[in-house]
T-cell receptor, first 115, second 110 residues
Framework: DSGVTQTPKHLITATGQRVTLRCSPR?????VYWYQQSLDQGLQFLIQ???????AKGNILERFSAQQFPDLHSELNLSSLELGDSALYFC??????????????FGPGTRLTVL | GQNIDQPTEMTATEGAIVQINCTYQ??????LFWYQQHAGEAPTFLSY????GLEEKGRFSSFLSRSKGYSYLLLKELQMKDSASYLC???????????FGKGTTLSVSS
């Protein structure tokens, strides 16, 4: 158990819908990261937050947005869902983004299926 | 651009030694990580290298050559439970993004 929690574990929805994925980082970790993992693309970095502020963006679509709240939990919002958005979504946290402290602890993931 | 290359698949037998290579071309460098991921599960941290050389940790060792943009993960005394995907990831200079390779799926047979 990494100490990172994600809910829900599974999500099945239809195209065009909107969903929210939730993540609670390990106690004491200030950085939260979101990743998308699909079979053909591997683990793709989406976005990073540090202590409530967005710090970096990766390959995140405009239909996706995220935020980190004062209690440091984070939510990833996916809207206008398409079949291709079906994937495993991981949240990870670290003490700090820099160097060795960037050792990221991953949550169990949310498996999103868009029908 | 950013590019991380690893072999897609490797096979080995129990008790053997296997080396998984990773080459990278990234904008800036602030360390290289190796993660292990069993099917359907979350990645877990294995090692971190930021200076050239070998880091040993039990049955696992990781090597880095920054001038060559090259790293490898060495797994000794392979066990069936080592069957998993091994992900090489590079942290950019600013520490803002950890870029993952597509992973190497290792199958260990008896």
């Amino acid at each position: 158990d990494s100490g990172v929690t994600q809910t829900p574990k599974h999500l099945i929805t239809a195209t065009g819908q909107r969903v929210t994925l939730r993540c609670s980082p390990r106690s004491g970790d200030l950085s939260v990261y979101w990743y998308q993992q699909s079979l053909d693309q591997g683990l793709q970095f989406l976005i990073q937050y540090y202590n409530g502020e967005e710090r970096a963006k990766g390959n995140i679509l405009e239909r996706f947005s995220a935020q980190q709240f004062p209690d440091l939990h984070s939510e990833l919002n996916l809207s206008s869902l398409e079949l291709g958005d079906s994937a495993l979504y991981f949240c990870a946290s670290s003490v700090d983004p820099s160097g060795r402290a960037n050792e990221q602890f991953f949550g169990p993931g949310t498996r999103l299926t868009v029908l | 651009g950013q590019n991380i290359d690893q072999p897609t698949e490797m096979t080995a037998t129990e008790g053997a030694i296997v080396q998984i290579n990773c080459t990278y071309q990234t904008s800036g460098f602030n360390g290289l990580f190796w993660y292990q991921q069993h099917a359907g599960e979350a990645p877990t941290f294995l090692s971190y290298n930021v200076l050239d050389g070998l880091e040993e940790k039990g049955r696992f060792s990781s090597f880095l050559s920054r001038s060559k943009g090259y790293s490898y993960l060495l797994l000794k005394e392979l066990q069936m439970k080592d069957s998993a995907s091994y992900l090489c990831a590079v942290l950019n200079q600013a520490g803002t993004a950890l870029i993952f390779g597509k992973g190497t799926t290792l199958s260990v047979s008896s």
